[in-house]
């Protein structure tokens, strides 16, 4: 008897054991609860979340918090530097404001945390270049905004011309096709080139002809040249739209009121990657290559989306788990299948950019064979030229053209 009720007590308490908010075993492994990092970025984007909730699906212990600054900050490099010496931050989106920040000690270096964890650096070829400061490299780049030629193959073939050749073309081919291009009248007039910022054209003349940025101590010789082409577009070939002078009471960049090419009146545009709201059932677009003095592929500048680890992260080991991943090739190919153009540039992620549910027209091919170089990196602390570059620009809008 005294055997059984032995029994009985110890079925009870294992019984007991078992029940909801019971002491587990001295054996069993509990999760631990994940770690939060918070990402500083500007403004919101469906790739960049896409490539967050990808993260956190795949490394559940680890939770992103994005903190987005205020859309209208100005300037960025005063906010950056407020907002990272008051903590919080862990991952930061710097883009080419990296060098300003690494000298103030804000940043961590990466180096010893790529070569840990495998990273290959060759996919994002010249894109490194300039994001290092005394060999220690400190941001990697997540997505890039090149500025391309954006072609309507229907204005073309209602004109009869020739397509863009694919294998590259040169300054003058492309002027003499916007002119064979612009045709009609007042609203029925169909213009050969028109871009969003109408000085674009002149300043990627520039830089292929000096192969840097073109408003670092442009002399005036290089301006005339590159004004006079410019100026011939507009007077006497009309092959651009006018477009009213800058107002010196309204300082940036001389933006059209309208879009001629979204709005089928032009042929060719220069807009940056991606051209979404160029999609649709009756607009079709294609790419075409940026023209070069030698008729060549010539090595383009692009605006860089860039990342790197604050030197205040509380995290800095997550931190680098989520950097790698953004930047690196899985996060490459979730950010083409939301349509940004990653940095990091491999077949599987060519792929990923085709295979979308609504792909892009097979010329984007070329974005993924183009030499792309990083904007340079701003030197707060250098002399702008802007201002006189801006003024040059107006002589060529109003036809004083100078003469090389």
Not at 36 to 51: C, D, K, M, N, Q
Not at 248 to 256: K, M, R, Y
Not at 295 to 315: K, T
């Amino acid at each position: 008897m005294r055997r059984l009720s032995l029994c009985v007590a110890l079925v009870c308490l294992l019984a007991a054991c078992s029940r909801p908010g019971s002491v587990p075993p001295p054996n069993a492994q509990q999760q631990p609860p994940a770690i939060t990092i918070t990402l500083l970025a500007f403004g919101r984007s469906a790739a960049l979340e896409a490539v967050v909730g990808k993260f956190q699906r795949t490394h559940p212990d680890i939770r992103v918090q994005v903190e987005y600054a205020p859309t209208d900050t100005r300037p960025r490099l005063s906010y950056l530097t407020d907002r990272l010496r008051r903590g919080g931050i862990d991952v930061v989106q710097v883009d080419n404001l990296g060098h300003a920040l690494i000298v103030q000690g804000l940043l961590l270096p990466l180096n010893d945390r790529i070569e840990r964890s495998r990273l290959d650096l060759a996919p994002f070829g010249f894109l490194l270049n300039g994001l290092s400061l005394n060999n220690r490299l400190y941001q990697l780049p997540l997505a890039i905004y090149p500025e391309m030629l954006v072609y309507n193959p229907d204005l073309f073939a209602a004109a009869g011309v020739t397509p863009p050749p694919a294998d590259g073309w040169t300054w003058e081919q492309f002027r003499e096709t916007a002119r064979l291009l612009a045709r009609g009248e007042g609203e029925n007039r169909v213009w050969g080139f028109s871009a969003p910022v109408v000085e674009n054209l002149v300043r990627i003349h520039l830089q292929q002809e000096r192969d840097e940025d073109a408003t670092a101590a442009t002399t005036p010789d290089e301006l005339a040249s590159a004004l006079a082409f410019f100026g011939r577009m507009l007077h006497p070939d009309r092959s651009i739209p006018p477009v009213e002078p800058r107002d010196w009471q309204n300082p940036g960049l001389v933006t059209l009121a309208r879009n001629d090419f979204a709005e089928g009146r032009a042929a060719m545009s220069l807009d940056a990657v991606p051209f979404g709201r160029y999609t649709g059932p009756t607009f079709r677009w294609e790419v075409a290559p940026m023209p070069s003095p030698s008729g060549r592929p010539a090595a383009e500048y692009v605006s860089a989306v860039s990342g790197a680890i604050a030197s205040a992260s509380a995290h800095p080991a997550e931190a680098w788990e989520f950097l790698r991943f953004a930047t690196g090739p899985e996060g490459a190919v979730v950010l083409a299948g939301a349509g940004e153009l990653p940095a990091y540039n491999t077949p599987t992620v060519r792929a990923a950019w085709f295979a979308r549910t609504q792909p892009p027209p097979r010329s984007t091919e070329i974005l993924f064979k183009s030499i792309w170089l990083a904007v340079p990196q701003v030197d707060p602390d250098a002399p702008s030229t802007a201002a006189a570059f801006n003024n040059a620009v107006n002589r060529a809008l109003t036809g004083q053209v100078p003469t090389p």
